[in-house]
């Protein structure tokens, strides 16, 4: 299946249905290991995991409160740059459990620095679950404690994800083509 959007060509990589049903998978994994949990704290990072999260706490029988994250990292080109906070946090998270939801982990440099920063606030546990996992470009190591699914270096819109902005309401998951002109 393909679609045409602008000059991009979007293949369909994961569709609607595949993606509920391992959204519902990993809030049973959640729901199962968290039970008896009055302190989870779920948290997003913007904007890209915005769909996942959503359809993700909507399933999730344990007890919760929610918060949004946001970063930008500075950097040029293809190396690490620095992360900078775009919106923090507005709950306490220290002695709390923390899942801290994102929508693709990629070289990793971001997620280590998130990671870090809760655990320095005090954080009794921090679980990371991601929706996809680019894991033949990591540059540094982190545990994914829920992970989606493992795909490729392709670059990937829809359900949250981006290319400048656009494609974000796709409710599938697309591999990005350039088209021939």
């Given at each position: ?16 249905q ?21 302190d989870?704290?779920?948290?997003s ?56 939801v ?80």
């Amino acid at each position: 299946m393909e679609s045409q959007k602008d000059s991009h060509r979007i293949r369909v990589l994961l569709d609607e249905q595949t993606i509920a049903k391992r959204v519902h998978e990993l809030a049973a994994q959640i729901d199962a290991d968290f039970a008896g949990s009055e302190d989870l704290v779920a948290i997003s990072v913007l904007k890209g995991s915005v769909f996942f999260f959503t359809d993700l706490v909507r399933r999730l029988q344990t007890p919760l409160r929610i918060d949004f994250f946001q970063t930008t990292s500075y950097g040029s080109g293809t190396t690490a740059g620095e992360v900078r906070i775009k919106r923090d946090i507005d709950l306490s998270i220290r002695g709390k459990d923390v899942i801290l939801v994102e929508d693709i982990i990629d070289t990793g440099w971001t997620l280590r620095t998130i990671l870090d920063l809760f655990r320095f606030r005090g954080a009794r546990s921090v679980k990371l679950c991601a929706l996809l996992d680019k894991h033949e470009s990591r540059e540094v190591e982190v545990p994914i404690d829920y992970s989606g699914f493992r795909i490729g270096k392709e670059f990937v819109v829809g359900y949250g994800l981006d290319f400048n902005e656009r494609y974000r309401n796709l409710p599938y998951i697309g591999v990005v083509e350039m088209a021939e002109k």
